[in-house]
């Protein structure tokens, strides 16, 4: 959770996207606990990857 802290409080960034294999439960899991949802597959160096994402708080607009 500190790198969505850093993410969005010292960067100021809106949104962060992580990826994983669609195979990497343990991956998957720790995302969502981080509070990033499944948004979709991605296509990575030929391989289909699973594509998590968070918004800035909780899909509300960026603070300033």
Known sequence: ????RFGFDVLRL???VAVTSPDNLASQHG???CGLVFDRVVTM???PQW???TR?????????
Do not use: N
Request: charged share 30%; net charge positive; glycine share 4%.
């Open 56 to 64: 800035w708080p909780a899909a509300s607009p960026r603070r300033d």
């Open 1 to 4: 959770e500190a790198c969505l």
């Open 51 to 53: 594509l998590f994402r």
């Open 45 to 47: 160096e030929g391989a």
């Open 14 to 16: 809106s949104t962060l």
């Open 31 to 33: 995302l969502r606990k």
